[in-house]
């Protein structure tokens, strides 16, 4: 099991940027694929990206390719989503989670999630 902490979030004008930030504990932090998942209200969690235990392999979701980065720091234990061009429909709660294998443009495996962090875009 892994705690996952997200920071970041805020109000911002549609073409702003945010960098969200989720920490996590333990030591094994670099045995896990970390995600990045959005909710907006009225909707279902929707899966944004994902990285590779090394962060050389990546995945986003077609909404955001090119827009949004994910990466991370295993000497700190932290996964980052910086958020470049918002847009009002990247409104949402933005949650981490964390897991141990698979495919990493998949959903299947992930179990443990942080608090969520608001993002919203004024239009």
């Known amino acids: 099991q892994v705690q996952l902490v997200e920071s970041g979030g805020g109000l911002v004008q549609a073409g702003g940027s945010l960098r969200l930030s989720c920490a996590a504990s333990?030591?094994?932090?670099?045995?896990?694929?970390m995600g990045w998942f959005r909710q907006a209200p009225g909707k279902e969690r929707e899966f944004v990206a994902a990285?590779?235990?090394?962060?050389?392999?990546?995945y986003y979701t077609d909404s955001v390719k090119g827009r949004f980065t994910i990466s991370r720091d295993n000497a700190k234990n932290t996964v980052y989503l910086q958020m470049n061009s918002l847009k009002p429909e990247d409104t949402a709660v933005y949650y981490c989670?964390?897991?141990?294998?698979?495919?990493?443009?998949?959903?299947?495996?992930?179990?443990?999630w942080g608090q969520g962090t608001q993002v919203t875009v004024s239009s």
């Open positions: 333990g030591r094994t932090f670099t045995t896990y694929i």
């Open positions: 990285v590779s235990w090394s962060g050389r392999s990546t």
């Open positions: 989670s964390a897991k141990t294998g698979g495919n990493i443009a998949t959903i299947t495996g992930y179990g443990d």
